[in-house]
Structure formats: structure tokens, C-alpha cells
């Protein structure tokens, strides 16, 4: 059996496909800046006659509701952990099967069958790239060098500073809190009771006289330190790699608070009308050349554990730089994104869900 490009498919006992079939020649993505290079897009497309089509989002938000109000229009979305459930208990996105992507097998253990993308047993897409977010600053501008998250609140850097415009940055302000402020009790910067909710907002309603703009797209954030309209904020890796890339004087850390963090999956809507490109696309982009390619371009950590040595030939010493080859210990240092839910961890329902976590957001930025 194999998928068909009608968007509808032959299917096993399992409800899944068995196997590709014919591509459609086209293949139309949701994601975020920098996942659709033409490194790896061009040579993927000469390869299997699909042409690549992409939306750059610049929130997980845009991502959810360009998926549930695109009509169809979208075959594939590079989701993180903060979209990926609300994606599936929506039913933007249906289940994929691993069988199909041969390289699945060396993912690092923890992105096989991550909970932010595997329900039930069922793959809801398919893992891609992991990375922190980091602390990013201009080093002419910023002296001493800063080893804490703190400098982001002070007001040293007064219409200086900018963050991500996204309601999950409220996770940030927690997870400093979690270190500076123990009496909080923020044990996990997803799971905020209302006050632990409310300490993280007015945290950042103190912060906001501070901020130059609040970044939507990478490539704004990019322009702000460019400009010299900022001189640090919170960042992903793909900015600093892609002002380092133009001889700008920045440079990125991990406070000594941690970092938050996204694990990426390529999933596949449940009404695309062309799986059979989506299905080659993750093989392709899975495969340990294209994943030291993105990992490098980006620079964020590949979840093929094959990619070491693809890294190593393109840039000597990225596979150690991008945490490629890191014990499990960092990879679980770093607090990943996921969707803020009621029920909190600690098997009480008293905690803040999403929606909440909006209305904190406009309260802050509005």
C-alpha cells in the first residue's frame, strides 16, 4: 500500500501507509525562518520533482492557526513542543509512520518518541532539530560580558533590550524566577499556578519600558542588532550564526539560570495533498548530511546521531560547538517548550493553560 497524491491514502490495519508512492510534484510548508534553505531545498527538489513552497512563521501561534485556517492549503509544519499538542488534539495533524523514514532508527533515544509529539503510541510527526535559546548580545556594547539572564530586566540597557513576541517567552521570566526567587516554588516554568503565573507577568511588565521591539521573525532581531537599535535579548541560535556569518561583534551564552528551549518536528496535516513529497521531504531532511547542513546553518543540534561526521567535514569542531555529541545530561538541562495544560505535573489541576498564558501576554505587550 502507499499513499496516495489525491491526499487520501491506501492504508494498513494500523491506519497508516506502507509505503510511498508517486510525488506530486509539489510540497508546501509552515515554518520557522531558516528550516527551507536553498542548500538543502534545491538539491531535495532536483531529486524528487517536488518544489518546495514555504510560509515562514514567526510565532508558534501563527503556526497553529495558519495550519487550522489554511483550508488545506498546507501539507507539512515545522511545529515545536508549544504547538505540536495543540496541533493534534485538533486534528490539524495526523499520524506518521516512522517505518517509512529509515534514519528514525538513530535519533537520539529522546527524540524517537518525545511526549510532545507521540500520543498513545502514535507518531505525530517526525522529530528535526533541537536547540536552546539563548542569551545574544553585542560585545562592543555590553561589558562586562553578562553570565546572567538579569540583564535582560535591568534597566543598564534601557531601549536596548528585545525578546521574542510570543506568549511563551512568559516561560523565560519563570524559569529566572525559579532561580532568584525559590520562595515562588517554580519547580517547572510550564506548569505556573495563577500567582506563579501573575509573578512571571508583572515581571515582564517591568521589563517592557526596557524593550526596543519585540521580535516576531528571526530576521527582525537580526536587523535590530544590525541597525544598533538593540544590543542583547533573547535570541535562537540562528541569529547569532547569521550575524557572526556577517561580521558582526555578537556573541550568544546559557545563563547560569539554564535556558529554555525547542525541539522541532516536521508534522504532516491531516488534509495535505501531498504526502508522498511530505514523507520524502523527512527522509531528506532526516538524512545525516541534510541534518549537519541545517544544524550548522542554523545552529541548533541535529537528532540524527549519524550527523557528527557531516558536521565535522563542513565546519571542524560544529559537532562539539552544536552539543551534537553531548551526553544526555545537557539535553536534559535545557527546559523544552511545551504547551502550558491545567494539570500540573505534580497531579494537581491548578495550574494556568495556554489560553491563560495569552491574555498574561497581551496583558504585558498590550
Not at 509539489?26 to 527538489?45: C, D, I, M, T
Not at 538513530?106 to 527524540?111: A, D, G, H, V, Y
Not at 508534522?267 to 511530505?278: R, V
Request: aromatic share 10%.
Amino acid at each position: 500500500m502507499r499513499l496516495r497524491s489525491s491526499g487520501s491514502s491506501s492504508k494498513s490495519a494500523s491506519n497508516l501507509p506502507t509505503k510511498i508512492g508517486p510525488t506530486e510534484g509539489q510540497l508546501n510548508l509552515v515554518a520557522w525562518e531558516g528550516y527551507a534553505e536553498s542548500a538543502w531545498v534545491k538539491p531535495f527538489e532536483a531529486k524528487t520533482g517536488c518544489k518546495v513552497h514555504v510560509k515562514y512563521a514567526g510565532s508558534s501561534d501563527e503556526m497553529v492557526t495558519l495550519m487550522r485556517q489554511g483550508g488545506g492549503q498546507y501539507d507539512m509544519v515545522s511545529a515545536s513542543g508549544d504547538a505540536s499538542l495543540r496541533l493534534i488534539r485538533g486534528g490539524e495533524v495526523t499520524p506518521m509512520n516512522v517505518a517509512l523514514v529509515p534514519e528514525w532508527k538513530n535519533f537520539i533515544p529522546q527524540l524517537q518518541s518525545p511526549s510532545h509529539n507521540t500520543v498513545d503510541g502514535k507518531h505525530y510527526g517526525i522529530s528535526l532539530q533541537w536547540g536552546p535559546n539563548t542569551l545574544l548580545y553585542n560585545t562592543k556594547s555590553v561589558t562586562p560580558a553578562p553570565t546572567s539572564w538579569s540583564v535582560i530586566y535591568s534597566p543598564k540597557f534601557k531601549g536596548e533590550v528585545t525578546v521574542p513576541a510570543n506568549p511563551i517567552q512568559i516561560a523565560d521570566a519563570a524559569l529566572y524566577l525559579s532561580k532568584t526567587q525559590p520562595s515562588l516554588g517554580i519547580s517547572d516554568p510550564y506548569e505556573l499556578t495563577e500567582a506563579q503565573l501573575n509573578a512571571a507577568a508583572n515581571l515582564l511588565k517591568q521589563q517592557k519600558p526596557l524593550i526596543k521591539k519585540y521580535w516576531a521573525l528571526a530576521s527582525d532581531e537580526i536587523e535590530l542588532f544590525k541597525n544598533g537599535d538593540t544590543v542583547i535579548g533573547a535570541a535562537w541560535p540562528y541569529q547569532y550564526s547569521t550575524l557572526i556569518a556577517d561580521h558582526e561583534p555578537v556573541q550568544q551564552i546559557i545563563p547560569k539560570e539554564g535556558a529554555t528551549g525547542w525541539a522541532d518536528t516536521w508534522m504532516l496535516a491531516t488534509h495535505a495533498k501531498d504526502p508522498n513529497c511530505a514523507y520524502k521531504w523527512v527522509n531528506w531532511v532526516s538524512s545525516p548530511k541534510v541534518q549537519a547542513e541545517q544544524a550548522i546553518s542554523y545552529g541548533e543540534t541535529p537528532v540524527n546521531t549519524k550527523a557528527c561526521p557531516f558536521m565535522e567535514t563542513i565546519q571542524k569542531g560544529s559537532c562539539s560547538l552544536y552539543h551534537a555529541n553531548a551526553p544526555a545530561a545537557y539535553f536534559d538541562s535545557i527546559k523544552f517548550w511545551k504547551t502550558p495544560v491545567a494539570e500540573c505535573g505534580n497531579g494537581q489541576s491548578d495550574c494556568m493553560d495556554y489560553s491563560r498564558w495569552q491574555q498574561k501576554w497581551t496583558e504585558v505587550t498590550g
